[in-house]
């Protein structure tokens, strides 16, 4: 068929690893073209989460398919800088054709990620289709494939319980966060990066709790954002100036995408004066807050991996709306494949055309009819000439 998958996800890699992967905007692109020019796929499309990087190529001729993996493997670890890194190679899986398809299906339906039918992944992989399409490397094949894939998790969002009270990565942080402290009513939260799409949702849902003291950072004051300006509980402090509020903060919750720690270990416990427990939720990979925080005494910090037991209990509660799910799921599936066998059978079916033509021309239509018939069953095993004429059933 021609699609190729390679991935690395929280299935597969712990977040030491994972956050070698966490792909800047312009990585993704550099990746994409480099996909193109030295890889010599025809199409590609990269996603790129907290939770996953996944590269999803199209290669038409079947002799440029040979030994793709390594290729599409030496330029994912080239970008990532990983290529020297000891047993690497052990966090990546590779899949081909529906295989490749149905894990795109399982991602964007949110049936594949950390917390089951979180809300945030249509969005990401949305995202990526248009990142590849403004770059030039999404075709045909990719685009039909992406665009099936967020038709289905639309459906399924809409049609099962798989997204409603949704569970996501924000809510868990702020569950672990009261789960910690025994009550969040009357605490301070600082939330760094609320302008970001977690961040924001951890503001959101702040927001609809009573009795807490909230502060967002924001990197201009004066340049205020939608997120920051919806509750009189929200105070504003400009980024610079976060270190001067924790030694009155309770929750510090960050959620960005800077290369860099935003809280470090050295200017944050030159700040602590007062002896409280204080709870630490790193929400961003690579990570925002140095693990040597953990020394400070009554320090707790909770990253990406550490909700997985959190995750688990809510993927529980929602067995029965990923069945029901499953059932949506595997109908865009086969619509996919059939559009996609059907395409790639054109230049054959062009060709056919054509065969009858001339014979319909030589002996009559009906010779050339019969003659087709003819050729199925000598060409055609048994199962598929059974399934040939149960499809195309009675006249």
């Known amino acids: 068929m021609g699609i190729q998958l390679l991935s690395i996800s929280h299935k597969t890699a712990p977040l030491e690893i994972r956050r070698l992967f966490a792909f800047t905007e312009g990585q993704q692109e550099h990746l994409l073209c480099a996909l193109k020019e030295e890889g010599g796929v025809q199409e590609s499309v990269v996603i790129a ?44 899986r590779f899949y081909q054709d529906e295989k490749a398809a149905h894990h795109l299906f399982l991602v964007a339906s949110g049936l594949d990620s950390m917390v089951m ?37 639309k459906k399924i969002k809409t049609e099962t319980d798989l997204s409603k009270s949704s569970v996501s990565t924000a809510t868990l942080a702020i569950k672990a966060a009261e789960e910690t402290l025994g009550t969040l009513n009357g605490k301070r939260i600082m939330v760094i990066g609320g302008t970001g799409q977690i961040g924001g949702i951890v503001l959101k849902n702040l927001y609809s709790m009573k009795g807490l003291h909230i502060y967002s950072t924001i990197r201009n004051v004066a340049l205020t954002h939608d997120a920051h300006l919806k509750s009189e509980s929200n ?44 709870v630490f939720v790193d929400l961003a990979v690579p990570v925002d807050i140095e693990e040597k925080i953990t ?24 067995k029965q709306a990923a069945r029901e799910a499953g059932g949506i799921l595997e109908e865009y599936e086969e619509d ?15 060709k056919t ?4 033509l001339a014979e319909a021309e030589k002996k009559g239509f009906e010779k050339a009819i019969d003659k087709l018939f003819y050729h199925i069953r000598e060409n055609a095993s ?14």
């Not at 991996?305 to 209990?313: I, K, N, S, W």
């Not at 055309?353 to 009858?356: F, S």
């Open 382 to 395: 048994p199962k598929e000439l059974k399934s040939f004429f149960e499809c195309i059933g009675e006249p």
């Open 353 to 356: 055309k054509e065969w009858m």
């Open 117 to 153: 039918g979180e809300d945030q992944i249509l969005g990401q992989v949305k995202k990526a289709h248009e990142q590849a399409r403004e770059v030039g490397t999404a075709g045909k094949y990719l685009n039909t494939l992406f665009r099936y894939a967020v038709t289905c998790a």
């Open 336 to 350: 996919f494949m059939r559009w996609m066998i059907f395409q790639l059978a054109v230049p054959r079916i062009q």
């Open 295 to 318: 020394e400070i005494p009554g320090t707790f910090l909770f990253n990406m991996d550490d909700f997985e037991d959190l995750a688990r209990a809510n993927n529980q509660a929602k």
């Open 49 to 92: 989460t907290c939770n996953r990087t996944e590269v999803y190529t199209y290669v038409e001729d079947s002799a440029r398919r040979q030994n793709l993996f390594q290729k599409l493997q030496r330029l994912l670890l080239r970008e990532a800088s990983a290529l020297k890194e000891e047993h690497i190679t052990d966090y990546l």
């Open 235 to 278: 105070t504003i402090i400009d980024y610079k100036e976060r270190y001067h509020y924790v030694d009155d903060m309770d929750v510090i919750i960050s959620a960005t995408a800077s290369p860099h720690y935003t809280l470090a270990y050295s200017k944050v416990s030159a700040q602590i004066r007062t002896d409280k427990p204080r």
